[in-house]
């Protein structure tokens, strides 16, 4: 079968930094898509990643192993307006995206 | 700027009583999709277009419905809402299937039956 894990939530506090993991098993992989969700709003595209490797946007880089079938989505410098739900999704063999349910940001001062 | 625009924000029907939720999108994309998202789940793909294609995904229950009138809107109808059709409605396009392009989410309407 088709599986993303992901925490359901997570605790940081502004200014430091937080790792959001990510395991995938699914047919085929055709790459991995992080989105942000803030509470009530739709998602919206953070990174594409098909290659292993570190990805680096600004605060936001993310991570891949194919070989583990394995993710991180890294926030740096956290801010208050971090705090969100974070999707991990992947493309499967059909390129029929697979989505996780999300890990709950909670960034505290 | 381009977008895809979904009305309305919040919507509330009563039980069994007919509901249609609309998109709209500026950008042009070829795919528009529905998905169903409840709370501190993984959005759930209803349904997708590819032109006007239409793409049903298995587990679907015959209550949705869609239609796609030209390139710019898509509509979602519920026939007959049950109190499990509450949840967040998300429209979204991209500009193929088969690759990498990224989604372009709406802002989602938020469902209450009563």
């Known amino acids: 079968g088709q599986n993303i894990d992901q925490p359901t939530e997570m605790t940081a506090t502004e200014g430091a930094i937080v790792q959001i993991n990510c395991t995938y098993q699914?047919?085929?992989?055709?790459?991995l898509f992080w989105y942000q969700q803030h509470a009530g709003e739709a998602p919206t595209f953070l990174s594409y990643n098909v290659l292993d490797g570190l990805e680096e946007k600004g605060r936001f880089s993310s991570f891949l192993s194919r070989s583990k079938g394995y993710s991180y989505l890294l926030l740096k410098e956290l801010q208050m307006k971090d705090s969100a739900s974070y999707l991990c999704a992947t493309l499967d063999s059909n390129y029929q995206l697979i989505w996780g349910a999300g890990t709950k940001l909670i960034i505290k001062p | 700027d381009a977008m895809v625009i979904q009305n309305p924000r919040y919507q509330v029907t009563q039980f069994g009583k007919p509901v249609t939720l609309s998109c709209s999108q500026t950008?042009?994309?070829?795919?528009m999709y529905w998905y169903q998202q409840k709370s501190s789940q993984a959005p759930k793909l209803l349904f997708h277009?590819?032109?006007?294609?239409?793409?049903n995904e298995a587990d679907t229950p015959d209550n949705f419905q869609s239609r796609r009138p030209n390139t710019s809107f898509c509509f979602l109808d519920i026939r007959s809402p049950g109190l499990g059709d509450a949840a967040m409605y998300l429209c979204?396009?991209?500009?193929?299937?088969?690759?990498?392009?990224?989604?372009?989410f709406g802002n989602g309407t938020r469902l209450t039956v009563t």
């Open positions: 950008l042009n994309h070829n795919v």
């Open positions: 277009y590819y032109d006007k294609d239409f793409n």
């Open positions: 979204a396009t991209s500009s193929r299937t088969g690759d990498n392009s990224p989604l372009h």
């Open positions: 699914t047919s085929g992989f055709n790459g």
